[in-house]
Every structure is written in structure tokens, then in C-alpha cells.
């Protein structure tokens, strides 16, 4: 069984860059599968941020493409997140999944992290 | 990109009794390419259907998905405690995947 842990700063300051890892635990990453990022302001819905493969091909939501970077470390089994110029707007639980398809569903996820922008 | 709207809003039941949530998308989901998540309070959302009607490993088979096209049906037969949260759906047809708002169950 996967499990996710995600890890970063709680806090960012307004134009910032946000920084996520998250740790793949019970499988190895270099192995294949799929992972993702979905984010959920609080008291809201949630929105798919992006996705990478394991060879390193990246897809992103285009509302966010322009700020985000994903990557994968498969030494260290975890992979990553970067939202730069980062604004209250971006304040958010996010989350790590695995999508076993890779067509950008979601069949495990982390806890979960709250990430707030604020000066 | 595909909005999905979920109705109701909010439904209010009693344990034993059948639920039917609705997501309707503002165009063709491709392939029947959607998924139905639980989300419980302070928890991350559990995947519960895919494909629009398959169950996703664990989930009890009181849970059914149907639909096709624009129309999509998830059915809780008989409620059971657990169930009371919140459900998304989410169409992974085109790109960017997007979710619906959500429709909270709650005990009557």
C-alpha cells in the first residue's frame, strides 16, 4: 500500500515561492505510476494542480502552468512541488496523490498540508 | 475547460435511507471519464468510483456510480453513519481534470 506524506513551510509571504515535497513510502517511485498535486482552499473545492510521470513528463493545469514546476527525486522516493509568486489566492491545503492510470485520477492521497500566504 | 455541477447543494437524510447525488457537466465527459471522491471533515478525499461506474479497491458495494455523456448519477444505496461527508466528482475526460463543488450529505 502507497503512502504519501507531504512536507514544506506553512507559511509563505505574498510573491514568494511555495515549496512542496512529497514522500512516497511502500513503493518505489523508479518503479513507474503516476503522481499529482490537488490543492483545496479552505472551506472549498478543490483543484487539480498538475501531474508528472515517472520518466519526468510533467502536465500541468494551464490556469497555473506559468508558476508551477513538478519533479521527481526517485533517489530519495519523493517528488515535488513549486508555485512561484505565490498570492492569498494560493492559500491551501495541498495535497500528493497517486493516479494509477495516469489519465489524472486520484486513488491515494496525503494528509495533506496547509499552506498560508501571508506577509 | 468542463464545469461540473453537483446537486444538491446539500442533502439531508437519515442512516438507512438512499442517497442519489448529481453531476451534470457543461459538456460530453469523453469516455465516461469520472470519478466520485468522499471527503470527510479535516480529511484528505477518498476515491470511491472511477470510470464513471467501477469501484475503486475497498469501497463497499452499497456505493454505485452510473451515467454517461453529460449526466452522472453516484448512489449510496443504504446510508450507513460513515457516510455522512462530503462527495466530489471530478471528469478526467479532458484536460485540465476539474471537480465539481461538492455535495455535503448530512444526517437529518
Known amino acids: 500500500q502507497v503512502q504519501l506524506q507531504e512536507s514544506g513551510p506553512g507559511l509563505v509571504k505574498p510573491s514568494e515561492t511555495l515549496s512542496l515535497t512529497c514522500a512516497v513510502s511502500g513503493y518505489s517511485i523508479s518503479s513507474g505510476y503516476f503522481w499529482g498535486w490537488i490543492r483545496q482552499p479552505p472551506g472549498k473545492g478543490l483543484e487539480w494542480i498538475g501531474s508528472i510521470y515517472h520518466g519526468g513528463r510533467t502536465h500541468y493545469n494551464p490556469s497555473l502552468k506559468s508558476r508551477v514546476t513538478m519533479s521527481v527525486d526517485t533517489s530519495k522516493d519523493q517528488f515535488s512541488l513549486r508555485l512561484t509568486s505565490v498570492t492569498a489566492a494560493d492559500s491551501a491545503v495541498y495535497y500528493c496523490a497517486t493516479d494509477p492510470t495516469g489519465l489524472d485520477y486520484f486513488d491515494s492521497w496525503g494528509q495533506g498540508t496547509l499552506v498560508t500566504v501571508s506577509s | 475547460e468542463i464545469v461540473l455541477t453537483q446537486s444538491p447543494g446539500t442533502l439531508s437524510l437519515s442512516p438507512g435511507e438512499r442517497a442519489t447525488l448529481s453531476c451534470r457537466a457543461s459538456?460530453?465527459?469523453?469516455?465516461?471519464?469520472l470519478a466520485w471522491y468522499q471527503q470527510e471533515p479535516g480529511q484528505a478525499p477518498r476515491l470511491l468510483i472511477y470510470?464513471?461506474?467501477s469501484r475503486a479497491t475497498g469501497i463497499p458495494d452499497r456505493f454505485s456510480g452510473s451515467g454517461s455523456g453529460t449526466d452522472f448519477t453516484l448512489t449510496i444505496s443504504r446510508l450507513e453513519p460513515e457516510d455522512f461527508a462530503v462527495y466530489y466528482c471530478q471528469q478526467y475526460g479532458s484536460s485540465p481534470g476539474t471537480f465539481g463543488q461538492g455535495t455535503k450529505v448530512e444526517i437529518k
Open positions: 459538456q460530453s465527459v469523453s469516455r465516461g471519464y
Open positions: 470510470g464513471a461506474s
